[in-house]
C-alpha cells in the first residue's frame, strides 16, 4: 500500500533488552515523526526529521531513546536497556511538507516490557 | 502541563444531529490547529485544519472554528453519521520558530446513535 508502515506490530521483550522500531514513510514524504501514545492519551511528540536530519529531539525521555533517518526514507527508533515504563504505542507519521502540518499516520508498533 | 486540553472523555450524538466537539489551548504561539480521527486499532488520520488567520474552516460536513482570544476552537460535524463514531484529537503547532512539534489533546470519543 500507500501508507506509512511499522514493523514490527507487536513486540515483547523482557527489560533490559535493546528494541530498534522501524517506519517506513509514504515515498517522498520530506518529514517523519516519532510519537509514543499511552493508554487514553493522545500521541505525545518524541522526534522528527527533515530528509535525514533529526530537527528536534525533545521529546526523547532520556538518552537510552534514539532515532535515525540516514537516507531520508526509513527510520528507526531504539530503545536500549528498556525498561516496563517504556511499554506503549510507538507511532510514526510522515508530511509531504517540512511544515509537518499534514501528518500521515502508521498503525505503531505496540511495546510491552515484561 | 498540558497546553491543549479536552476537557470531555466522550461525547454521544443521535444519528443525523450535530456533532460538536471542543478544544482548549493554553499557549498563545500556537498558529495552527488540526483535527485527527482514529478508529480502533488504526493510526490517526488527518481530517481538517485551520490557520490563526481564520476562524472558520469548511470541509463538506466538517467545520472547524476558531476563537482566539478564548483560546478555544470545536469542530462541528453535520449531519453525524455512523462512520463518525471514532476518537477525535485536536492537535496544535507553533511555528513561529519553527517550532514543528504538533502538540495533541488527549481525545474526545464520539459515539453516534443510531
Redesign the interface.
Known amino acids: 500500500g500507500a501508507g506509512v508502515s511499522q514493523s514490527p506490530r507487536y513486540k515483547v521483550t523482557k527489560r533490559g533488552q535493546d528494541v530498534a522500531l522501524r517506519c517506513d514513510p509514504i515515498s517522498g514524504h520530506v518529514s517523519l515523526y516519532w510519537y509514543r501514545q499511552a493508554l487514553g492519551q493522545g500521541p505525545e511528540f518524541l522526534t522528527y526529521f527533515n530528509y535525514e536530519a533529526q530537527q528536534d529531539k525533545s521529546g526523547l525521555p532520556n538518552d537510552r531513546f534514539s532515532a535515525e533517518r540516514p537516507e531520508g526514507s526509513i527510520s528507526t527508533l531504539t530503545i536500549q536497556r528498556t525498561e516496563q515504563r517504556d511499554s506503549a504505542m510507538y507511532r510514526c507519521a510522515s508530511s509531504p511538507s517540512d511544515l509537518g502540518n499534514e501528518q500521515f499516520f502508521g498503525p505503531g508498533t505496540r511495546l510491552t516490557v515484561l | 502541563d498540558q497546553q ?1 486540553k ?1 476537557n470531555s472523555p466522550s461525547l454521544s450524538v443521535q444519528e443525523g444531529r450535530i456533532s460538536i466537539l471542543n478544544c482548549d489551548y493554553t499557549n498563545s504561539m500556537f498558529d ?1 490547529f ?1 483535527w ?1 480521527k482514529k478508529y480502533p ?6 481530517l481538517i ?1 485551520i490557520s490563526s488567520i481564520k476562524d472558520k474552516n469548511e470541509d463538506g460536513r466538517f467545520t472547524v472554528f476558531l476563537n482566539k482570544s478564548a483560546k478555544h476552537l470545536s469542530l462541528h460535524i453535520v449531519p453525524s453519521q455512523p462512520g463518525d463514531s471514532a476518537v477525535y ?1 485536536c ?1 496544535a ?1 507553533g ?1 513561529r520558530n519553527r ?9 474526545t470519543r464520539l459515539h453516534i446513535l443510531p
Open positions: 491543549v479536552q495552527y488540526l485527527y486499532a488504526e493510526g490517526p488520520t488527518f485544519s484529537f492537535a503547532r511555528s517550532d514543528d512539534k504538533i502538540i495533541f489533546g488527549k481525545g
